[in-house]
């Protein structure tokens, strides 16, 4: 069956950074492209980009230009996101979600907590 | 800069009841978005595509419509497992920006 797992919950300090993974199953990985959303505690849901899983080619919402980087290892079928410099407001859970036009299947979120 | 504004942001329905939820697009987006429902803790989950297309094994009491910049999605005879958030999405075009979602709650 057709499933997204993601990596583990995670605790780090402002200034540090962290990766974390997102392992596709199920169905030809290259077939759909890969987008992450953030969601911060008690609020929506905020789209953050997209990576072509195809040419490896990332697309960044306006907001996560900066400090964030999307990348694949196609062999493993695995995309991850990567968050440089973390700040307190980077609090949240990070979804993965395969996505072709719209996003049917989603990963089960990483909760990621920056604290001093 | 492209914006989905939902409304309302909250709504207290009893079991049984008819509610329809609003999302409107800052530019005409044709017919490219979908409604997403989240319940807390869970990843949200595809209930239509393309506006008013159901997603595979969505009650038929779900119905999305609308066009251009206007949307909404109707949910007839509201059953308890309904409370959850509901949020609107861009696709096809990037960015695919999300609305700030509506919360459903039951009476």
């Known amino acids: 069956q057709i499933q997204l797992v993601q990596s583990g919950p995670e605790l780090k300090k402002p200034g540090e950074s962290l990766k974390i993974s997102c392992k596709a199953s199920?169905?030809?990985?290259?077939?759909?492209?890969v987008q992450w959303v953030k969601q911060a505690p008690g609020k929506g849901l905020q789209y953050m980009g997209w990576?072509?899983?195809?040419?490896?080619?990332?697309t960044y919402a306006d907001d996560f230009k900066e400090r964030f980087v999307f990348s694949l290892e196609t062999s493993a079928s695995t995309a991850y996101l990567q968050i440089n410099n973390l700040k307190n407001e980077d609090t949240a859970t990070y979804f993965c979600a395969r996505h072709r036009r719209v996003s049917d299947y989603w990963g089960q979120g990483v909760m990621v907590t920056v604290s001093s | 800069n492209f914006v989905m504004t939902q409304s309302p942001k909250s709504m207290s329905i009893s079991v049984g009841d008819r509610v329809t939820m609003n999302c409107k697009a800052s530019q005409n987006v044709g017919n490219n978005i979908a409604w997403y429902q989240q319940k807390p803790g869970q990843s949200p989950k595809l209930l239509i595509y393309?506006?008013?297309n159901r997603y595979t094994g969505v009650p038929d009491r779900f119905t999305g419509g609308g066009y251009g910049t206007d949307f909404t999605l109707t949910i007839n005879s509201v059953q308890a497992e309904d409370a959850a958030f509901y949020y609107c999405q861009r696709i096809y075009n990037s960015p695919y920006t999300f609305g700030a979602g509506t919360k459903l709650e039951l009476k």
């Open positions: 393309y506006a008013s």
């Open positions: 990576i072509n899983t195809q040419t490896g080619k990332p």
């Open positions: 199920g169905y030809t990985f290259t077939d759909y492209a």
